[in-house]
Antibody, heavy 121, light 107 residues
Framework: QVQLVESGGGLVKPGGSLRLSCAASGFTFSHSYMSWMRQAPGKGLEWISYISNGGSDIYSADSVKGRFTISRDNAKNSLYLQMNSLRAEDTAVYYC??????????????WGQGALVTVSS | DIVMTQSPDSLAVSLGERATINCKSSQSIKNYLVWYQQKSGQPPKLLISWASTRESGVPDRFSGSGSGTDFTLTISSLQAEDVAVYHCQQYYSSPFTFGQGTRLEIK
């Protein structure tokens, strides 16, 4: 079955950096677009970044553009999110998720359990 | 950006009764809408795509309807395990945006 397992979350000071990882299994990772989503405490969901199966097509939300970088290693079935210049408002649970296949299917069919990132001094 | 607005923000329904959650988009999104269910402490789970297509394994008491700007998620007979926050998301145009979520509880 499809499994997505995030790691790398934790407490970081404002201005600091953190790298999240997502280990994927149970499907052909190299065929799938992948995404990072986040959910601030008590708030709604935000789609912050996606990457194409080959890595050439990347989207980043305005809220993280220039600070966060999505990447992937298909040989390791892994997705990454490098987060730099972190701010208090980046505090959230970060989810790795698979973009559903098919034309125009820009929604998430599998999600990881999430990694909590807390930005505080 | 397309703004998605859900109503109500929270809802309490008796067991066995019907629950209805609405989602409105700021412009037409045809049928490019999904619903997710998020139980406490868990990630979202995909329930319905293309506004009305139930995912495999989703009980048939869940149904979605609507097109254009107005959409509805209906749970025909509420069960205790349906307590959750429900989110809608449009995928008609990037950035793909979510509603604020609707919390469903048992009355």
């Amino acid at each position: 079955q499809v499994q997505l397992v995030e790691s790398g979350g934790g407490l970081v000071k404002p201005g600091g950096s953190l790298r999240l990882s997502c280990a994927a299994s149970g499907f052909t990772f190299s065929h799938s677009y992948m995404s990072w989503m986040r959910q601030a405490p008590g708030k709604g969901l935000e789609w912050i970044s996606y990457i194409s199966n080959g890595g050439s097509d990347i989207y980043s939300a305005d809220s993280v553009k220039g600070r966060f970088t999505i990447s992937r290693d298909n040989a390791k079935n892994s997705l990454y999110l490098q987060m730099n210049s972190l701010r208090a408002e980046d505090t959230a649970v970060y989810y790795c998720a698979r973009v559903a296949g098919g034309s125009g299917s820009w929604f998430l069919d599998y999600w990881g359990q999430g990694a909590l990132v807390t930005v505080s001094s | 950006d397309i703004v998605m607005t859900q109503s109500p923000d929270s809802l309490a329904v008796s067991l066995g009764e019907r629950a209805t959650i609405n989602c409105k988009s700021s412009q037409s999104i045809k049928n490019y809408l999904v619903w997710y269910q998020q139980k406490s402490g868990q990630p979202p789970k995909l329930l319905i795509s293309w506004a009305s297509t139930r995912e495999s394994g989703v009980p048939d008491r869940f149904s979605g309807s609507g097109s254009g700007t107005d959409f509805t998620l209906t749970i025909s007979s509420l069960q205790a395990e349906d307590v959750a926050v429900y989110h809608c998301q449009q995928y008609y145009s990037s950035p793909f945006t979510f509603g604020q979520g609707t919390r469903l509880e048992i009355k």
